[in-house]
Structures are given as C-alpha cells and as structure tokens.
C-alpha cells in the first residue's frame, strides 16, 4: 500500500519522514556499550519475515516517510536482506522514498557492498571507535579490525558514500579522535561522535564510558578550527567542517544537549514492534494489524493512534543515577 495518504504527524505536530526499520535484533559482534558477552537474542519466531518488513515499510511510505535506514543487531547478518532491498528500491525508483540507507558494523560489508549499491543504496553509515587492532577486538569482543577496513574500502570502490560512527567512549576516543578523524577525512568521509546512551545492561558500566559531547566538542575547539555547517543527513546529528582537513564532523548529543523538538523519525523492530521513542520502553506491537487487512487500513489507523502518544522527549538524564540505570531494551533491538 503506498498510495499517498495524510502524512504522517505526532502529537506534537511534529512531521514523521524517517523511520529506522531493525531488520534483525542479532549481530556478529558484541560491542561492550551495546550488549552483554551472553547476549540473549529474541527467538527466531518473532522475527517478521521479508513480506513482513515490507508491508510495515509500505505502511510508513504510504504515510509520508521519506527515508528508511535499515538497522539491527548487524543487518548484513540477515541472508534475505537483498530480497527486502530490492522490494525497497522499487520505491525508490517510483520516487516514493528519496533514501534507503544502512547502519552496519562494516564486518559484512566487502561480501555486501556491492548488492547494497545495485539496490539503489547510496549511503551506509560504519560503526568504527578505534583504529587499534587490540581496542577494536577489545571493544567489540572479537571484531577484527582489517575485515571493517576492508568493507570500508569496497563500499567505496561502490561509489557508497560512508559516514563513520564512533561512540565517545572514555578513555578511547580523546586519543582515537585524531587517527579516526585523519582516516575519515582522507577518504572522504564523515566523521559523527555519538553519546553513550544508557539502553540495557552490557555487564560493563555506563559510567566508566560516558563523556559529554558538548565538553570534548569545547576541547576539540581548541585545537581544530571548526565552523558551522548546513550540512543534515536527515538525523539528529548536527555539524561543522573542520578547517585543517576540509572534511565534516558530526555531533550526536542525546544526553548533553537534547535535538527531540525537531524528531522527524520512529523505529519498528524485527519482531514487528513500533517504538515512537528509543528513550521510552513503551511500544506498540504492529504485527495483529499487519495480519488483519490487504487495504492496509488497520495498519496505518494504529500507526497514527501510536503517533499522537508519541512522547515529547526521551527521558536520558546525565548523571551517575541516570547512566547507572537507563532503558532495559538494548539498542540492538532497535539499532539506533
Ligand atoms: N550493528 C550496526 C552498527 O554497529 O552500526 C547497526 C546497529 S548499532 C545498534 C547502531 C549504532 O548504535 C552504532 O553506531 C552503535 O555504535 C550505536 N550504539 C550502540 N549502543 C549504543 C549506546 N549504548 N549508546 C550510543 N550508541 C550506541
Ligand atoms: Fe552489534 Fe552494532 Fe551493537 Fe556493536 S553496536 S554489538 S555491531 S549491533
């Protein structure tokens, strides 16, 4: 179902445009800011299958969504990906979308690169916090470093334009900062810094890894000439150019400075449930309405009565308490 229909809006008036769609709550790696060594993940069975995600995706098209970033977990894991690809990018080239775009670890990425770019893909944003081999695998639990840089190269080589995403980890990224910003840069590349948010318990503590943004983009200031960018890639990132490499770096502050009163976006997990606030646990299960009609009707009515409960802002508070506590859900549930 993709006829148009009233866009869709939140309570708040605020347009829905971008919806993050978690394609697989699973991964290949074990990130120790994302989730536990012995993650349990959501059975098998609650997983929607391809036409699933796809009815859900239409349903959000029909309603206005312009953008759709494909999310997890890792989902390059997920073997049926280029099916629900290519059933976007027929969206795509009806002008009903103007962007799918994928989060990833990059550890998939040179077996995918291509299928992604043949599917209408043209941006991919790499989760990469380190350029230390022995960080990388620490951090990660077991990433090898050379396999995401390697991914990187053939996204690339695809004509992808990437974005590096880097959590602002303690203790990592003040010494990180420079060679990730160097290595972004020189190949054209977008940096974004990310604040540790405290979403499920990883058995490694919130405290110990988080540092404001807003602090280290002052110490940055000191010694990198940033200035002010119009540059948007229809996120909550907000950023500057960086004089000495002419590159752009990004800023994503959930925790020190709060970007909910322009929130243009929901996300729906694999398992077919629509959150309208990553930093809420409620949502709505979409699955009894995406069963009960081919006209779409009964997924689009509770689509919208979900929209106009959809809070103001996340509820993430810096602050010992707060970090120590956070939302039980873990953010490869819904993937960012
Ligand atoms: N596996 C893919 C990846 O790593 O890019 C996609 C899913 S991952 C959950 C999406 C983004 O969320 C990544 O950039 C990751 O670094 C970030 N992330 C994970 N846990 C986080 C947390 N607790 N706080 C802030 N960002 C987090
Ligand atoms: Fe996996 Fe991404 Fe979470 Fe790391 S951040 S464990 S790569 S889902």
């Given at each position: 179902m993709t006829s148009p229909l009233q866009p869709l809006v939140d309570g708040f008036g605020r347009p829905v445009t971008y919806l993050r769609l978690?394609?697989?709550?699973?991964?290949d790696l074990r990130c120790t800011y994302c989730m536990p060594e012995q993650m349990r993940f959501a059975p098998g069975r609650d997983r929607l299958d391809v036409a699933g995600l796809y009815g859900i995706a239409g349903a959000f098209i029909a309603g206005g969504v312009r953008k759709i970033r494909l999310t997890g977990g890792e989902p390059l894991v997920r073997k049926d990906l280029p099916a629900l690809l290519e059933r976007l990018s027929d969206n795509l080239s009806r002008g009903e979308l103007d962007e799918v775009t994928v989060s990833s670890n990059g550890s998939q990425l040179s077996r995918m690169a291509r299928t992604l770019a043949r599917h209408g893909v043209r941006r991919v944003n790499v989760s990469l916090d380190t350029l230390d081999p022995d960080q990388y695998r620490e951090i990660t639990r077991g990433g090898v470093l050379a396999d995401v840089l390697e991914g990187i190269e053939a996204a690339l080589a695809e004509g992808l334009r990437i974005r590096i995403n880097t959590v602002a980890l303690l203790g990592v990224v003040e010494d990180q900062f420079e060679p990730l910003l160097r290595y972004a840069h020189g190949r054209g590349m977008a940096l974004a810094l990310i604040e540790t948010m405290p979403?499920?318990?990883?058995?490694?503590?919130r405290i110990g890894q988080y540092l404001s943004l807003t602090a280290f983009r002052r110490e940055l200031e000191q010694r990198w000439t940033l200035s002010a960018s119009t540059a948007k890639s229809g996120g909550p990132a907000s950023y500057v150019t960086v004089g000495e490499t002419g590159g752009l770096l990004g800023f994503i502050t959930?925790?020190?400075?709060?970007?909910?009163?322009s929130c243009n976006r929901v996300r729906v997990g694999s398992d077919g449930r629509l959150f309208?606030?990553?930093?809420?646990?409620g949502s709505v299960d979409l699955r009894p309405a995406l069963a009960a009609g081919a006209d779409g009707s009964a997924l689009d009515g509770l689509i919208r009565e979900a929209l106009r409960r959809?809070?103001?802002?996340?509820g993430f508070e810096v602050g010992k308490a707060a970090l120590a506590g956070?939302?039980?859900?873990?953010m490869s549930v819904l993937g960012g």
């Open positions: 978690s394609v697989t709550d699973r991964c979403l499920g318990d990883t058995g490694v503590s959930p925790l020190s400075c709060n970007f909910c009163a309208t606030c990553m930093g809420h646990e959809k809070p103001e802002r996340h956070g939302i039980v859900r873990h």
